[in-house]
């Protein structure tokens, strides 16, 4: 697998082997002990969750205080614009976000290490979006910083309004959210 920073170092792009012919392709999505080997990161995995999605749906920016979450994405039907977004406010990138696409055609994988926000838009008609944590989901400790905050500026390819969520929608600004330290 290839492994690749983004802008923000502690974001990983991941790219595995495809092994591909005319009967179709194969790929280990995940290998704990190639993961750490690629990436220096050892940490176990306790659940693994699966969205799908139509057109234009947003979701998030997630992330939780407590029971802090890595999270290993990928995207197994259609293409989303996947952003991430430092919320360490020690770190030198704090308040910074970056964004890919990943699509089940380009089978690129992202680490978001605990500490960021995550969200993401859906760019196809529909996407099948697959994640493993790093803890589980606590709903007492789970955040959200809107969307289109204008202190982070996230260029979203949007295509009209956004689907967003009720929950969504009441998320907070970066200025006044919880944050880590």
Request: hydrophobic share 40%.
């Amino acid at each position: 697998m290839k492994i690749t920073p983004t802008e923000l170092p502690d974001v990983l792009l991941i790219e595995p082997k495809i092994f591909g012919d005319e009967r179709g392709f194969f790929f280990e999505s995940f290998n704990a002990r190639s993961f750490a080997e690629t990436t220096g990161i050892s940490t176990p995995f306790v659940q693994d969750n699966h969205s799908r999605s139509a057109r234009n749906v947003l979701r998030g920016l997630h992330y939780q205080v407590q029971q802090v979450q890595g999270k290993l994405v990928r995207v197994t039907s259609g293409s989303v614009y996947d952003v991430s977004v430092d919320l360490r406010r020690g770190s030198s990138t704090f308040g910074q976000w970056t964004g890919t696409t990943l699509s089940a055609e380009n089978r690129r994988m992202l680490w978001i290490p605990p500490g960021f926000g995550h969200g993401f838009l859906v760019t196809s008609d529909a996407a099948e979006f697959l994640y493993k944590t790093t803890d589980y989901w606590a709903p007492a400790h789970e955040r959200c910083i809107k969307w289109d905050d204008p202190q982070l500026a996230i260029q979203w390819p949007l295509q009209g309004v956004p689907i967003v969520s009720a929950k969504d929608q009441q998320g907070l600004l970066l200025k006044d959210a919880e944050v880590f330290p």
